[in-house]
């Protein structure tokens, strides 16, 4: 029997570890019909694969078999060209996520290009990501994994907490059951709830500080809705419930909609006579509401509610007096 060439057998290691990756336990017989080979020289690439760090265990069974288990050290990887892309873009993202991580991102991302076949390496090198909404907040490392650490076993963290407040005094440790980590627009939140309120809280992580130990196990829930980036996009509308503005209001806008459009946000736009926008949009209260629609600079109907016409009122009184204020 001719010797198999070391080309063929490399290319034939990376098809069995890629079959093992694939599913967990794999027969010996069907692993040699899918490579094309006798079950010998599957027990042979096996110890090979064994020698380069790769767990892999026999199953015991009638048919006996092989299990790609997870190892002590990190060995040479295997990903497929989809695989590869999306490792890139991950990585890209990572180094604007303000979690510490970012010179450890950039040079794996060094290192994961420098081994792509070059048609890869154009994709990837296509992409441009940038950070939205201004630089990431640093957070530090270890304590996004202490976080996920509490998350994982359930346990009540404690933290001290530098909340904007009139009162600069010294304030007691928060107490929270740890339930998600999301960043969002470069900052890491903490959303946990807290059982002396006995209602939901969202924290900035770069604002607490950590105390040890944790306290004590608690039964997780679910947060309001059921989706977490729904729950805190709610929150940062001032809503307590629904990924909604607690303010709405209708608005006639002397303006055309290719100019209110663009300044709109989430509003809903709409055309109702030649150079007049319908404009239906929130914001956290009435005197938000009000005070945004002056931006557009032009005469404003409002079509309702009440409280939107009141909002306007107030402010225009706010306003006289500021005029009038040392005058």
Known sequence: ?????????????????SL????????????AGRLGVSERTVRRDVDRLRELGYPVQAVKGPD????????????????????????A???????????????????ALATVRQVMPARLRRRVDVLEI??????????????LLALSSA???????????EA???????????????????????RWYLIGWDAVRADWRTYRVDRLRLRVPNGPRFTPREVPGGDVATFLAARFKGSATADVWPCRGEVILDRPPAEVAPFAGDGVVEEVAPGKTRL????????ALAAGLLRFDCEIEVAGPPELRDAFADLAGRATRAANLGA
């Open 89 to 107: 873009v991950a990585l890209r993202i990572a180094a604007g996520t303000g979690a510490g991580i970012e010179e450890a991102a950039v040079r």
């Open 164 to 186: 904007p407040a009139a009162d600069p005094g010294p304030r007691p440790p928060r107490r929270v059951q740890p339930h998600h980590l999301v960043v969002r627009s470069g």
């Open 151 to 161: 998350i994982r076993a359930t346990e009540e963290v404690r933290f001290d907490y």
């Open 20 to 31: 093992l990756q694939a599913r967990r336990d794999w027969p010996g017989a069907l692993l």
């Open 280 to 287: 239906l949009t929130g914001s956290w209260s009435w005197a």
């Open 130 to 143: 940038a950070a939205a909404g201004g630089s990431a907040v640093q957070v530090g490392t270890d304590v």
């Open 1 to 17: 029997m001719p010797v198999a060439s070391s080309t063929a057998t490399s290319g034939r290691l990376l098809s069995l570890l």
């Open 64 to 87: 006996g078999g092989y299990r790609l288990e997870a190892g002590g050290r990190m060995p040479p990887l295997l990903f497929d060209e989809e695989q590869a892309v999306a490792l």
